[in-house]
């Protein structure tokens, strides 16, 4: 049998929790306090009668006082469980926007490392943070409001027909009137034009943000008159989709749904004439009048259900859009956490015939590679961009799983390992190491949360990190982002080195281009990196060949195979891509030289 699929309402209300029930308390107090704000309307005919049939001695209309008294005391009534009402189902929109948000933290916690690549942090937080707000107005004020005004839209109907159903069918024809009007207004051949007028602003919108954006080009190139051409377009084009709409689509139907909405009365005048001779030959003409006074004064109340029904409607466009916005984040991917995790043996680091594809790629990044880093070893990985390098040193730490194949550590495939452990086991400094806003001592204990500090001062040391320490108002307390405190990006890569050093982690993936990128922290930051790879096992992506010429042994990566591997020495002998690589950067190098002397 096909499952009844759940609203969006329903599914933003299981984040309530204990809390849920305390929404549909809300929504029925919300009710009865509407029920309780039309009471005052039949005191209004109950005073009526009587002081029609009082007149003129008024003092016989005794009971007057007190309708009136009873239909502040309905209308206070209303207010207090209005606002009753309104307590409940806040208390449970803010669990519900609470929840959202930590269950969506602690979803996207379990995610690969590698979805934060194309789904930045900020953008997550963004899509929470909407979702939590769009749910929180929704369920603590829409959702109220709308049983609110279905209660009234009821009770209204009733009410109509409750004392004189020739006059209520001539106030609801009113009505009718408006409704339809906004029906032609909105649908038919109008539907296709709204859709127009509303493209046209989207367009509007987005050349304004590109032409924001652009104003550096615009500036440098003085190109003011060349981009200002697509957003005046833009503005125009607009301009004339909303003045044809107003003119020819809006101006009638608005016009005829203000009037009757408004003045529901219209035809209520008429009928009463009309009915009037038979009311006083049939003798009650006291209560006939005082069901025209209480029909001319509800009608008024016609105009209100209508617009609140609008709002409403809108409303409940917000369930979607946060509902959406919450599936964008609970769809991001889990890491598999193993059931029973084994541990690494040591920091063997292995390759077993793997093959990676990004999601959505037609072609692998890699394809069928097998390569085997012993412990203690240095191994660089260089080749062409886009051979694969940094795809392979993300498989280890599980930035991604592979799709084919194993990569092992000690000995174990790392999706049998307990992710946390694998982490220990891993320092990275990678292009986006990043730093937080929070003090130096806070960003290198990130790596090692129990470490003293003496030992983080010492890690700050081996990673030639004291001149920027010292310069710093508070040393290592000092905040990093905050009252102008800013490091270069070299100084930012050796606090990133230093955390990777107190992790004292035996295996090591390093980007060269990070580390290398600003030439002034270079010497510094090569001391430091020996320190922290000295008897680790080391993966290296080198850029520069230079830096690789030492190491153990070097695998060539060109379009996700391996192209050849070996050391310097045999890579040079057997004169392939790598023997390529090197003659071409060793005639850069000279270029580079021979220039630098030329213009000396
Ligand atoms: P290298 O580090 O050698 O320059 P990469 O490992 O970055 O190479 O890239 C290998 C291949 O995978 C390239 O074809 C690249 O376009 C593709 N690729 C890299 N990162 C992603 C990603 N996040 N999504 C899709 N494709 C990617």
Redesign the pocket.
């Known amino acids: 049998m096909k499952q009844k699929k759940k609203s969006d309402v329903a599914v933003l209300l299981d984040y309530a929790g204990s809390r849920r029930s305390l929404t549909f308390l809300g929504l029925a107090l919300s009710a009865v306090s509407m029920l309780l704000g039309m009471a005052p309307y039949i005191c209004i005919w109950l005073a009526a009668r009587d002081l029609i049939a009082a007149a003129p001695d008024w003092t016989q209309a005794a009971n007057v006082t007190a309708y009136g008294w009873m239909a502040f005391a309905f209308a206070m009534g209303g207010i207090v469980l209005y606002f009753a009402g309104l307590m409940c189902t806040h208390l449970a929109a803010f669990r519900t926007a609470a929840n959202i948000r930590k269950q969506g933290v602690a979803h996207v916690m379990k995610a690969p490392l ?1 979805f934060f ?2 789904n930045a942090s900020g953008l997550i937080r963004g899509r929470l943070d909407a979702a939590a707000a769009e749910t929180e107005t929704l369920l603590a004020h829409n959702l109220a409001d709308i049983v609110g005004t279905l209660t009234m839209f009821a009770a209204m109907l009733v009410m109509l027909f409750l004392f004189d159903w020739r006059m209520g069918a001539a106030c609801l024809l009113a009505a009718v009137i408006s409704v339809l009007t906004m029906f032609l207004m909105m649908g038919g051949k109008n539907a296709g034009l709204i859709a127009e007028y509303q493209a046209a602003q989207d367009r509007m919108t987005k050349a304004g943000t590109e032409y924001v954006r652009g104003i550096p080009v615009v500036k440098v190139f003085q190109q003011t008159v060349y981009s200002f051409r697509a957003f005046q377009k833009a503005i125009d084009e607009y301009s004339d989709k909303a003045e044809y709409y107003q003119a020819n689509v809006c101006c009638v139907p608005q016009s005829v749904n203000l009037t009757f909405t408004e003045g529901a009365f219209v035809f209520l005048v008429p009928v009463v004439l009309f009915l009037a001779p038979g009311a006083l030959a049939g003798g009650n003409f006291v209560g006939f009048i005082a069901d025209f006074v209480f029909y001319a004064v509800f009608s008024a109340i016609i105009s209100t259900a209508l617009a609140r029904i609008m709002f409403a409607a809108s409303g409940m466009m917000l369930a979607s859009t946060a509902l959406s916005r919450i599936n964008q984040v609970m769809d991001a991917p889990s890491l598999k956490v193993p059931e029973r995790p084994q541990m690494p043996e040591d920091s063997r680091v292995e390759f077993e015939n793997v093959s990676f594809s ?1 999601e959505g ?1 037609q ?1 692998q ?1 890699l394809s069928h590679v097998s390569f085997t880093v012993e412990p203690g070893q240095t191994v660089a990985l260089v ?1 062409p ?8 040193a993300s498989l280890i730490p599980r930035f991604w799983d592979v799709s084919d194949g194993a990569v092992k550590v000690g000995g174990v495939d790392v999706r049998h390992i307990d992710p946390s452990v694998l982490m220990d086991r891993i320092a990275f400094v990678f292009q986006n190491s990043r730093l937080f806003k929070a003090s130096i001592l806070e960003n290198v204990r990130a790596a090692r949360p129990e470490a003293s500090r003496e030992e983080v001062l010492s890690a700050l040391k081996a990673a030639q990190c004291m001149d920027i320490v010292e310069k710093l108002p508070a040393g290592i307390d000092t905040q990093l982002g905050s009252e102008g405190t800013y490091l270069s990006g070299g100084e930012q890569q050796r606090i990133a080195l230093a955390r990777a050093i107190l992790k004292d982690a035996p295996i090591i993936l390093l980007d060269e281009a990070t580390a290398f990128s600003d030439p002034e922290n270079e010497v510094l930051i090569q001391k430091a990196l020996t320190g922290l790879t000295k008897g680790c096992t080391v993966i290296m ?1 080198a850029h520069r060949l230079s830096t690789v010429v030492g190491a153990d042994r070097i695998i060539v ?1 060109d379009q ?1 195979h391996i192209a050849e591997q070996g050391t310097h020495r045999e890579l040079i002998a057997a004169g392939g891509l790598y023997a390529r690589m090197w003659t071409d950067y060793n005639q850069a190098v000279r270029w580079k030289i021979t220039s630098e002397r030329e213009v000396k």
């Open positions: 590698g690549d194309s990004y790629a072609t990044a080749g961009s886009g051979g694969g390098k940094t795809t392979a992506i990566l996700g």
